[in-house]
């Protein structure tokens, strides 16, 4: 049992020790919230106490549940929050220079403001197979998000669309197309407002692998958890069974 003491970046490095591809993880992994948006946690309805958190898992059982797996460049990195290509990646590439423990939630705010208000997000190349119909899409983007918990937290929290957990074995990945200037706000307020599935620039589609691909330079950033990863080209998939966590019954 591993307890990683921390944000959804912290978990994200633990992770990475954790997962298995050829057979049944040998560790538990167990989380004490002590980082900004705690996504993961609050997925898992733990309490923001350290010692609640802690209490409550130390005798509850594990489960075994998929996780996602970005490729680039040779590499490989696991996620359990989510993952994407475009603002999301170049926001996080940006508070790499910046002091995010001393604002807290408040650093990612006012970053993602000035960076939606000033940035020009060009369009790349998406291409997914769509689960449910079995057909494959390929389709312009200036943000591609794959998400694995129904609530990505504080202003945020409602971009995800809700409907996305970490047992399920597929990605819910959001497909936005541009123009950026309009699409990025109306998802916003779309989302506060419950009203995505009228918001005919947002695509959500429950899909397996998908691929990212420029078509223009420079290439757009992409991140999976919160950490910057670099700049596309990646595919994403899911593993199934790769990694015990600790899930109290809430």
Known sequence: MIFACGGDGTIHEVLQGLVSETGEPSAALGII???????????????????????AQINCASRTIPVGKVEYVGRVRYFTVMAGA??????????LSAHKTTMGRWEYYLRAARLFATRRF???????????????????????????????????SRLAGGGAGVEDAQLQLLILSGPAWLSLPLWFVCGWLGLNGVNRFL????????????????????????????????????????????????
């Open 86 to 95: 475009g603002p999301d990646g170049a926001l996080v590439y940006d508070l």
């Open 203 to 250: 695509r959500c589609v429950k899909t397996e692998s998908f691929a990212c691909r420029p078509v223009g330079v420079p290439s757009p950033h992409f991140e999976a958890d919160g950490e910057w990863l670099g700049r596309i080209p990646m595919r994403v998939s899911v593993v199934r069974d790769a990694v015990r966590i600790l899930m109290p019954d809430v």
């Open 122 to 156: 060009e369009p790349f190349e998406v291409e997914c197979a769509d689960a449910a119909s079995g057909d494959q899409v390929t389709r312009k983007a200036v943000s591609a998000m794959a998400v694995r918990v129904g609530d990505l937290g504080g202003l945020f």
């Open 33 to 55: 919230p002590l980082g900004s948006a705690n996504a993961l946690a609050r997925h898992l309805r733990l309490s923001l106490d350290p010692v609640q958190a802690a209490l």
